[in-house]
């Protein structure tokens, strides 16, 4: 029988939730163990088969292990998965910046000059994620989070979408990691598809967002 769910997280000191979502909530958390801070995705399993979400829940997990296991900084690190017969955690690491999107509503208006490293950076994480193979397909100021240091990092893959769903051909029999198949086309469909120019006119929509949030796209 699976365990529930405080026995799942049994080795982590929690704390009362900072932001909540339609299918779950966000905990802060402490690992008992190691000391580390972490940031827990708690996503009930009841909600998720409401909302018909369970694929992009599972989908979430493996395209953010998949990217965080490159250690580039433009994505959070994922440390662990836990199951319980009432919820799925992803733990991450915290980042104690919060979200662009909450930064933005809090400053208001940005001059040009102020606003220009926070595109680059939601340009690099682009950039980053179609070198991967991975479309994000969601880019905006809410799913950018800000680390210690003030770099932007890119989170929440439940819609993302990496190059073999994006050309049709993945089956139950091909390798979860792009890199591994040696494909021709594998490639060309994040880095130059519709997709990719999605992610890419997102950024744009987030650069309207820092100019003149009263008055965003988003």
Known sequence: MRQSLSEALRHIELFPPFARGGIGKMLLGRDKTTGQV??????????????????????????????ASDGSPCFVQVHRFLRSRTAAVMAMSFMPGGDLYSLLAGVGRLSERKAAPLVAMMLLCAREMHRLGVAHRDLKP?????DK???LRVI????????????????????KSIRETGSARVGRA???????????????????????PSNTPL
């Not at 809410?142 to 800000?146: M, Q």
Request: glycine share 10%; no cysteine; net charge positive.
């Open 38 to 67: 972490l940031a827990l995705k708690v996503m009930a399993k009841n909600s998720m088969d409401r909302q018909k979400m369970r694929g992009r829940v599972l989908q979430e997990q493996r395209l953010a292990s998949l990217l």
């Open 142 to 146: 809410d799913n950018f989070v800000i």
């Open 149 to 151: 240091w003030g770099h």
């Open 156 to 175: 929440d893959f439940g819609l993302a979408a990496d190059e073999l769903e994006m050309l049709g051909t993945r089956t139950k029999h091909q390798p």
């Open 190 to 212: 994040a880095r130059g598809g519709r997709a990719s120019r999605a992610d890419h006119a997102a950024v744009g929509a987030g650069l309207a967002s820092a100019l003149s």
